[in-house]
């Protein structure tokens, strides 16, 4: 009687399959990313908006800073 009451299961030794956790969880992974774009971007203007800009080259021939050009019209 005690056999009949035993259900004929397959034995599942080593065979459970593991849930991997992910690293983020999905409901912020998109906030994770844009905050991480956001500050590559500032951290490249950052970069950009510091350097020492080269000084500026000779006027075009025929300029004379010194004159300023009126306007007649007035």
Known sequence: MAKNN???KP???G???VEKK???DP???NTFWTIVILVVLAIFFIINNTKNEP???PYPP???P???QSNPSR
């Open 6 to 8: 035993q259900k004929n």
């Open 11 to 13: 034995r599942q030794i």
């Open 15 to 17: 065979k459970t399959k």
């Open 22 to 24: 992910p690293l983020i």
């Open 27 to 29: 409901k912020y992974k």
């Open 55 to 57: 000084d500026e080259g």
């Open 62 to 64: 025929g300029y004379h």
């Open 66 to 68: 010194t004159e300023m």
